[in-house]
């Protein structure tokens, strides 16, 4: 019923307008890198975290002179930075000032599936809605905020709508750390200001934009005075981003689930996929006073005009300046034990191809039919339950990668974090380095992984692509957790 409700809006209006990308210089670079806004806390009382949240179309000038109308979370984007500690009981109103339904889901927390903004609960436009859950123990992390509304996800995100969620520990090991935060995502901005809406390949690959942005800014200035703790986001539609510091080392101490076991030190890359987070800690170097944060060449397998690795781009100036205090990190960060044995094994299997027999739409920005991304054989259905899950249980799933366009399928799931056993490609099986919590794994072409996982809460979850074209074309699944 909900489907019917609001499928008008299912397809996109024509675009009128110039579809010419705005140079690389239209937006102002190598600014100081600033820290997200953070979201006021409007309760007095401790252990209460209150709240508005307003999504709405907001002006803004991001080129000279050139209006572009962004949708922000009150007013900005990225939106504010919530940050709450866990056991904290968090009470957000939404308002959603959108001309379309919007959700707010909490994209890392394991809270009640009532409260996580999936699709079926949207809030129609012009609507509003309360979202209440106390943090549960042991969500202490980096996590993030976005919309969740069926089939309109990526775009609510590339037009601007998300931010991040930082749950902390009041035991943080690492609490003596500063921290610098890096929110990182991709605007795709049309010549005369407006965000281009997606063409055909965006649907086909995921969308990217020309621009990467850290903090909302193009091309920003890091300044490392000493060992900083980075918690670095990948809050982009598509692009993936194998991070360097160009040939700077640093220590990995956390992925989405929060901190590792132990540090994994002497790391000099790491591949986020989209919605992938990671805490890294970093030292400036002895010799030398500069580096960058760079996007290192990476092949995800996509078609056309993004097709073969990713050049090599610079997305940050960092200034390595030794003036504050350098810290050591300790060997183990928290207990950390694998998953015991499974009670259940259910499979998650991507597909995608071009339906030759269906026609493309005429207009090029239309949602393409075409274009097929499914999960185990089917496109999501919001009413159908693909899975069902026992609440408590230790559960395994076989990630499958099928896909026969040859592309990498970032895989999520809602609800909790998991702990990746091994993954096999080409017939080799390579068993995971070091136990992680994450609710993202990257599955390449032909690639499988299994993976362990524990849902405390009983309700529907969704897992899915994280390339949010993808998902909205019903790369997804419901699982049911009874
Ligand atoms: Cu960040 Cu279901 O998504
Ligand atoms: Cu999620
Ligand atoms: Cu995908």
């Known amino acids: 019923a909900s489907l019917v409700q609001h499928s008008h809006l299912l397809s996109a209006t024509a675009f009128q307008g110039s579809t010419r990308l705005a140079p690389l210089d239209a937006l102002r670079p190598h ?3 600033l ?3 953070r979201l006021p806390n409007r309760s007095r009382r401790a252990g209460q975290f209150r709240a508005r949240m307003v999504a709405a179309v907001s002006q803004q000038y991001l080129m000279q002179g050139l209006k572009t109308p962004l949708w922000c979370y009150n007013g900005i984007t990225p939106g504010p930075l919530i940050e709450a500690f866990e056991g904290d009981r968090i009470e957000i109103d939404f308002f959603n000032q959108l001309e379309q339904p919007s959700t707010i889901h909490w994209h890392g927390l394991a809270i009640p599936a009532d409260q996580d903004g ?30 969740h509304p069926h089939m309109q996800t990526a775009e609510q995100v590339y037009r601007g709508l998300a931010g991040a969620f930082i749950v902390r520990d009041r035991a943080d090991p690492l609490a003596h750390i500063p921290e610098q935060h890096l929110f990182i995502s991709d605007l795709k901005l049309g010549d005369e200001g407006a965000i281009l809406p997606n063409d055909r390949e965006d649907w086909m690959n995921g969308r990217e934009g020309q621009f990467v942005l850290i903090n909302g800014a193009h091309l920003p200035r ?4 000493g060992t900083q703790r980075w918690r670095i986001w990948n809050a982009c539609n598509a692009r993936y981003l ?7 080392p640093f220590t990995l101490v956390g992925t ?14 790491i591949l986020l996929t989209p919605a992938q987070r990671v805490e890294i800690v970093v030292t400036p170097a002895h010799d030398r006073q500069r580096t960058w944060l760079v996007a290192e060449p990476y092949d995800r397998g996509a078609m056309g005009r993004l097709a073969g690795p990713s050049p090599r781009r610079v997305l940050a100036d960092i200034d390595l300046l030794r003036i504050e205090a350098e810290h050591a990190i300790p060997d183990t960060l928290r207990p950390m034990a694998p998953l015991g044995e499974p009670t259940a094994q259910h499979v998650a299997a991507f597909s995608d191809f071009v339906d030759l027999q269906a026609p493309p739409p005429e207009n090029p ?3 393409p039919s075409d274009m097929v991304f499914m999960v185990n054989g089917q496109h999501y259905d919001m009413e159908r339950i693909d899975v069902q899950g026992q609440r408590g249980a230790v559960e395994q799933w076989t990630l499958v990668n099928a896909s026969s366009m040859g592309m990498d399928h970032p895989f999520h799931i809602h609800g909790g974090h998991f702990q990746v056993l091994e993954r096999t490609f080409n017939g080799v099986s390579t068993p995971e380095p070091f136990l992680a919590w994450r609710d993202m794994v990257n599955l390449r072409a ?21 390339i949010l074209e993808h998902e909205d074309l019903g790369m997804m699944g419901n699982l049911q957790v009874v």
């Open 31 to 33: 600014r100081p890198l």
């Open 35 to 37: 820290p997200l806004p």
């Open 118 to 147: 999936a699709p079926q609960d949207f809030v129609p436009a012009k609507g509003q809605r309360r979202y209440h859950f106390t943090l549960p123990p042991g969500s202490a992390g980096t996590h993030w905020y976005h919309p």
């Open 222 to 225: 890091i300044t490392l005075s």
């Open 242 to 248: 194998r991070l360097s510091l160009d040939g700077l």
């Open 256 to 269: 989405d689930g929060g901190l590792l076991g132990a540090p994994v030190h002497g790391l000099t890359e």
């Open 365 to 367: 920005y239309e949602r």
């Open 446 to 466: 032909g690639e499988s992984a299994t993976i362990r996982m524990r849902i405390d809460e009983p309700g529907l979850r969704m897992f899915h692509c994280h």
